[in-house]
């Protein structure tokens, strides 16, 4: 069974900085991963999704994401942060055949002025 | 496409009370998932149904909850007795059929049981 871990559970940057949420997978095979973002009240919006293909992934927002294999990782960036980026964001794994995602247990980002 | 559409938004109950929270998934999707979010558990899986059958509910918590799918445009899961460990947001996504995985969410209902 797959399984996402989100090792931290709240960053703060300051507006106009880089931000890097990390996200570490596990999965036997070629997982699909995603980043969800969820603002205060909102359902979960996706990001950026990775099925096949280049490791670096585009997505909405500004933001981006690279798979590496060797590391079992799928860590979400953005270079300049805005103040309407504060939200929790969610990583996601599935598996190709099976309709379920598995999701960490979330990063709140705050964005201070 | 008007997503996926959750009603109502808030509910306020009393412990004991029936609950039915509704669902009408993204038209074309064929998998449909509702899940559960609180501080203390996150998001958890509850139930999925692929072209309206149940394939997965060991995530359903107990014999209080229940959830059917009547057509392809209509879930329900429904808490009875509810209890005020029942609070939490409850949220309906649904797949199309590509079998990407890609979760479409809806916004939520809060349910609040006093």
């Known amino acids: 069974a797959q399984s996402v871990t989100q090792p931290d559970i709240h960053i703060t940057v300051s507006e106009g900085a880089s931000l890097e949420l990390r996200c570490n997978y596990s999965?036997?095979?070629?997982?699909?991963l995603f980043w969800y973002v969820q603002s205060p009240g909102q359902g979960l919006q996706l990001l950026l999704k990775?099925?096949?293909?280049?490791?670096l992934v585009q997505g909405i927002k500004g933001f981006e994401a690279e798979f590496k294999r060797s590391q079992s990782s799928f860590n979400l960036r953005k270079p300049s942060v805005h103040w309407s980026d504060a939200a929790e964001y969610f990583c996601?794994?599935?598996?190709?055949?099976?309709?379920?995602?598995?999701f960490g247990a979330g990063t709140t980002v705050t964005v201070r002025a | 496409d008007a997503g996926v559409i959750q009603s109502p938004r808030h509910e306020v109950t009393e412990m004991g009370q029936e609950v039915t929270l509704r669902c009408k998934p993204i038209?074309?999707?064929?998998?449909l998932f509702w899940y559960r979010q609180t501080m203390m558990r996150g998001l958890e899986l509850l139930i999925y149904?692929?072209?309206?059958?149940?394939?997965?509910d060991s995530g359903m918590p107990e014999d209080r909850f229940s959830a059917k799918m009547p057509n392809a445009s209509f879930s329900t899961l429904k808490i009875q007795p509810s209890e005020p460990r029942d609070s939490a947001v409850y949220f309906c996504?649904?797949?199309?059929?590509?079998?990407?995985?890609?979760?479409?969410f809806g916004p939520g209902t809060r349910l609040t049981v006093l």
């Open positions: 149904f692929n072209n309206n059958v149940p394939i997965d």
């Open positions: 996601a794994v599935g598996a190709f055949g099976d309709y379920k995602l598995s």
């Open positions: 038209s074309g999707h064929n998998s």
């Open positions: 999965y036997g095979a070629t997982p699909y």
């Open positions: 990775y099925f096949s293909g280049d490791t």
């Open positions: 996504a649904s797949t199309p059929t590509s079998g990407n995985n890609e979760q479409f």
